[in-house]
């Protein structure tokens, strides 16, 4: 189970979701117009925001897996998760 979990998680690109944080820290900012926006929604909004990000990258990954497989040199899901 634990290493199903850490193959999982090597699909994910940090770097990504990190990309993504200042769109999901300016939706707050807009809502911040609106309604009083607390730190600690900001940090639900983090996590949701990295959480969301990287269940997608992960899900993409398992479900690209034959089409991965076709192209060489590409990390593929099917070669690590199997």
């Known amino acids: 189970m634990l290493k199903h979990l850490a ?4 699909f994910v690109r940090v770097s990504h979701s990190v990309f993504a944080l200042p769109f999901a820290l300016a939706g707050a900012l807009l809502a911040a117009q609106h309604t009083a926006v ?36 590409r ?5 690590r998760a199997g």
Do not use: E
């Open 38 to 73: 607390t730190w600690g929604a900001i940090g639900w909004i983090l996590v949701a925001m990295v959480a969301a990000r990287s269940a997608a990258m992960g899900f993409n990954r398992l479900v690209d897996a034959r089409m991965d497989a076709l192209t060489r040199g």
């Open 7 to 10: 193959v999982y998680a090597s």
């Open 75 to 79: 990390r593929t899901a099917r070669s």
